[in-house]
């Protein structure tokens, strides 16, 4: 009974690559977002979407895209990798601003 | 701008001993403030949601109190086991922002048996 869930867990790839990361929430949230974790453990938002409406937006490369097919699902496509994108990526989920749930995170290799 | 600072960045305790993990924000126009744990390699997991209007929460061994007018939030976690090791962040949610917390670093703590 996965509450959010990411794919992959592992991601190791080289320069240059495009790559995606899918999440899905089975909470029935109506809010989702995407966080990275860098190498110094320290967590920023990315991107969060309200029923398939992109609410947040943060100074990020427009390399990574994120798309929203419907309210469980939020993915994030990351084009021309470079090796400052390697981090951990979380995903969450909410119901408005209440409390958000995590899921358990990608880790992104760029070698 | 809201910062959250969590100190200490790291803390010992042998098994049975109360712990004391505090977290202080910048900007008191907050929604909420959430208590996380993050074991290694491992996502996060919610602990415990304050609300603007409440001044503490428990659940089972843990307790959190907010002040907002100070700044300050403080989980306690009574008789720590080794199981309570992990890395505990805070975050708060500014009220001009609907979704977008703002996590502290961190404190490290390790119960050691």
């Known amino acids: 009974d996965t509450a959010v869930s990411q794919t992959p867990k592992y991601l190791v790839t080289q320069m240059g690559n495009d790559k995606s990361i899918k999440c899905e929430q089975n909470?029935?949230?109506?809010?989702m977002y995407w966080y990275k974790q860098d190498s110094k453990k320290f967590l920023k938002i990315m991107f969060s979407?309200?029923?398939?409406?992109?609410?947040i937006n943060e100074t990020v490369p427009n390399r990574f895209s994120p798309k929203s097919p419907d309210k469980a699902h939020l993915n994030l496509h990351i084009n021309s990798l470079e090796l400052g994108d390697s981090a951990v990526y979380f995903c969450?989920?909410?119901?408005?601003?209440?409390?958000?749930?995590f899921g358990p995170g990608t880790r992104l290799t760029v070698t | 701008k809201q910062e959250v600072t969590q100190i200490p960045a790291a803390l010992s305790v042998p098994e049975g001993e109360n712990l004391v993990l505090n977290c202080s924000f910048t900007?008191?126009?907050?929604?909420?403030l959430q208590w996380f744990r993050q074991d290694p390699g491992k996502g996060l997991t919610s602990l415990l949601l304050?609300?603007?209007?409440?001044r503490e929460q428990t659940s089972g061994r843990l307790n959190a109190s907010l002040d907002k007018s100070s700044g300050r939030s403080t989980l306690y976690i009574a008789a720590s086991q080794p199981g309570d090791s992990a890395t505990y962040l805070c975050?708060?949610?500014?009220?001009?922002?609907?979704?977008?917390?703002?996590f502290g670093a961190g404190t490290q703590v390790v119960v050691t048996p």
């Open positions: 969450a989920s909410s119901q408005a601003t209440y409390e958000q749930y």
């Open positions: 909470l029935g949230h109506d809010t």
């Open positions: 979407y309200n029923n398939k409406e992109l609410i």
């Open positions: 900007d008191s126009a907050i929604y909420n």
């Open positions: 304050i609300q603007s209007s409440q």
């Open positions: 975050a708060v949610l500014p009220s001009d922002s609907w979704g977008k917390l703002q």
